[in-house]
């Protein structure tokens, strides 16, 4: 008897091994992939997925400067990032004033401003301009040896002289760098329209600064193109 349940048993055991060796060999074999293969490279550029430029403008603007530098005009182009950064260059030269007694001078700069909230009615920046500062020289030609030379201020003549119409000007006198900051209120006239005014403090660098080349000013002016224009955005059908 005691045989018999030991034969039963050996019997159950050896089928139980043969029925899990063909589940084992059944049995699809899957391998894991190694994610660190299949994953994409990350890079520095590639990892920004959003374009940091949201919209553009492009403006130019008439200006009328005034204060200590004396009465100015001009004209400055810009381009606009974001609706909040403008990148651009500005020409400023002084106006015939026969009242003053300031020599003419001229500004030639790069601008940058800041405007943290361009699409309100009314709202602020923060204009920088950085260039040169050219003030002009008279000349006169000399009748004797043909030659131009310098005339002082202290030969200026009345205009019925016949020097003065052998006298020729331009912004060749003496230079000095010029920074000029400033804080300016916009108002938005139009979509394409804006009217500004400014206060300005213009800096004289250099060997060859005056006192005329410096001073507080303010300004006026329109900015006339196109504001925040989206990439990317498709007219509707």
């Known amino acids: 008897m005691l045989n018999s349940i030991r034969l039963t048993a ?28 299949t994953s994409k490279a990350k890079t520095l550029f590639g990892s920004l997925q959003k374009n940091p430029i949201k919209s553009f403008g492009l403006s130019v603007s008439p200006i009328v400067q005034f204060g200590q530098v004396g009465t100015q005009a001009g004209m400055s182009a810009a381009l606009h990032v974001n609706n909040s950064w403008e990148l651009g260059a500005t020409f400023l030269r002084s106006v015939r004033d026969e009242n003053t007694n300031k020599a003419p001078q001229a500004f030639h700069a790069f601008t940058v401003a800041y405007t943290p909230k361009a699409n309100s009615l009314i709202h602020v920046s923060f204009p920088l301009a950085i260039g040169v500062i050219s003030m002009r020289g008279e000349k006169m030609m000399d009748e004797d040896n043909d030659q131009t030379t310098m005339r002082p201020k202290s030969m200026r003549r009345h ?8 006298m020729s000007f331009g912004f060749g006198g003496a230079k ?29 660098l250099g060997s060859n600064s005056t006192s005329e080349m410096q001073g507080f000013s303010g300004q006026v002016g329109l ?3 196109v504001f925040d224009r989206k990439f990317g955005v498709k007219g509707k059908k």
Request: proline share 3%; hydrophobic share 40%; aromatic share 8%.
């Open 176 to 204: 000095s760098v010029g920074i000029q900051p400033g804080i300016q209120v916009e108002l938005n006239v139009l979509k394409n329209i804006r009217l500004f005014t400014a206060a300005n403090y213009r800096f004289a």
């Open 10 to 37: 050996l019997c159950l055991g050896l089928f139980a091994a043969s029925a899990q060796a063909q589940e084992s060999t059944s049995s699809p074999i899957v391998i894991k992939n190694d994610s660190s293969s």
């Open 159 to 166: 205009r019925n002289d016949r020097y003065d119409d052998r």
């Open 223 to 225: 900015k006339l193109g």
